[in-house]
């Protein structure tokens, strides 16, 4: 599912006005940047189910200059079936994973998230993936923020499945059996791509 162009052109509207913040020493230019700010969360809230506040103070909480987030998921096999984590946010599975901390390494950030989400201790081995959550090919909806979603290849070496406050439950399943997901973060695509780099460790990493 592609971006609407509207949805582009604002997060580039809003990333020249993150911008202009974070370098302009100008009072009215500040005062011009913060307008502009608040012209493309009204624009979001407007054309999507969003409201105004919750975007507009989203946008003021961004500093510094603006580049894509990045979100970071572990692919973790056992005997052909891949962990999934239900999420509780909409009740779709995905694999685990989440937002990268400032100041932590990858692998490490894909490993706690693995832990927290699954219950499951994992070393991450290699990256598969690296996708522009934008591209159509991914089939992900909209999202306010431009995002990057790194998969990472971890070997399972311990722990049990357990629940947590952003999940329901962790599953192993075989291809032909994977339930509902939470396609917001993890797309049937990207599913069949990560059996796929499974079937053949040989695969070399694929971005954008």
Known sequence: MADPKWLSWVQQVQALAQDGLAYSQNPFDLERYHALQSVAARIIAEYSTQDFEK???LFTQQAGYATPKLDCRGVVFRDGKLLLVKELADGGWTLPGGWVDVGEPPSLAVEREVWEES???VKARKLLALDDRSNPRH???????????????CE??????AVSIETGGAEFYSEDEIPTLSIMRTSTEQIQRMFAHYRNPQLPCEFD
Do not use: N, S
């Open 55 to 57: 975007v507009d103070g």
């Open 119 to 121: 219950g499951y201790r």
């Open 139 to 153: 089939a992900h909806p909209p999202y306010i923020f431009h995002t990057y979603k790194m998969f990472v290849l």
């Open 156 to 161: 399972l070496i311990g722990g049990e499945p």
